[in-house]
């Protein structure tokens, strides 16, 4: 027995005793978790059940973004020792399966990922988890930048599906956490500057402290028109669509230069409809972004090399004993929240 945060039913979460499975095996290791930051996932699985296929059934422990220390290492264990700080990949494919052998494990219909219905997350005082999938973190870089680690991976993804060119200039439609995330890892890929445009104005106020990141709001008049106007009439050279928002997708391809690239890394909650003539017309590239896949290592690498500071995307950090409270908070998706995190007691 383990005591974590459970998910219980819909808007139900209690913090108490629950029997996880897991044997440490020969590849496998301990992990005392620090920090685990609250994702947009957890919170829907909290407010709805359920995201698309993907349903709460039984009672489910939440989270997967995570760091902590590692404690024992199985027998087979060389690259990690007790005592190293890590992060962890919550994903875990078959390897042996066509999609991983394809290096496209994230989208192996056999990956088990944390906080997935039926898989348990990580908001617990202890985990196994494969050595393969868990990662030492560099001394200069915090438990709390760690579990930062997930979701710039999506960002790291989705600029490597983009294929930036030097000098590029990028448009990220949404300001949340991945909007900003997968700006930063834009402009670390190669971007010259990367304008981002959500309609809350706090969220464009954190987002625009980066140098290279430029706010474009709805005060400024129609979204292609700006983008136009700051390139000269050509358009953004990449384009990430970030918000999920279904509205994002009508005019999406209207924002991009001849030749362009979109990819699409915010999840609609319904199917949406998209101008495909105008995609056509412009002979543009369409890619897409479910979780990540080989790039978690270079996230890591990019967050110690000092280059980018998450620092200030951390909003606010919670006690495990107020996890709860937490997620209430996270529900409320104030204005002025970007990461939230929780901490588990040492």
């Not at 924002?255 to 199917?271: D, I, L, S, Y």
Request: glycine share 10%.
């Amino acid at each position: 027995m383990a005591t974590a945060l459970v998910l219980e039913r819909t808007r139900q979460l209690s913090i108490r005793d629950i029997d996880l499975p897991g044997t440490l095996g020969p590849n496998d290791v301990r992990i005392a978790i620090n920090t685990v930051g609250i994702c947009g996932s957890d919170v829907h699985y909290y407010t709805h059940g359920r995201i698309g296929p993907f349903i709460v059934r039984e009672p489910m422990v939440l989270g997967h973004e995570a760091s902590g220390t590692v404690r024992e290492v199985g027998q087979n264990v060389t690259t990690l020792k007790p005592g190293d700080r890590v992060c962890m990949e919550p994903g875990i494919p078959d390897p042996n399966s066509r999609a991983s052998k394809l290096g496209l494990y994230n989208v192996d219909p056999s990956v088990t990922f944390w906080a997935t219905p039926p898989i348990h997350g990580c908001l617990t005082p202890e985990v196994i988890h494969p050595a393969a999938y868990t990662y030492k973190l560099p001394d200069n870089v915090s438990f709390a930048e760690g579990a930062m680690v997930e979701p710039f991976a999506i960002g790291m993804q989705a600029a490597a599906k983009a294929k930036i060119a030097p000098g590029d200039v990028g448009l990220v439609v949404g300001a949340g956490p991945i909007g900003i995330l997968t700006a930063l890892a834009a402009l670390a890929g190669g971007c010259a500057r990367v304008m981002i445009f959500d309609v809350v104005a706090d969220k464009l106020e954190t987002a625009g402290a980066y140098r290279g990141i430029v706010p474009l709001t709805p005060a400024g008049g129609d979204l292609t028109d700006q983008v136009m106007a700051a390139t000269g009439g050509w358009g953004a050279d990449v384009i990430f669509e970030c918000s999920g928002h279904p509205s994002a997708f009508t005019q999406i391809f209207h924002h991009a230069r001849p030749g362009g690239c979109v990819v699409f890394v915010g999840m609609p909650v319904a199917p949406v409809g998209f101008d495909v003539v105008t995609a056509q017309t412009k002979e543009l590239r369409m890619e897409t972004v479910f979780r990540y896949a080989n790039v978690y290592d270079r996230a890591v690498e990019f967050i110690a090399s000092g280059k980018i500071d998450l620092n200030p995307l951390i909003t606010e950090t919670f006690a495990f004993a107020d996890a709860v409270r937490a997620f209430e908070r996270a529900a409320e998706a104030r204005p002025t929240d970007i990461k939230l995190q929780i901490q588990l007691p040492e």
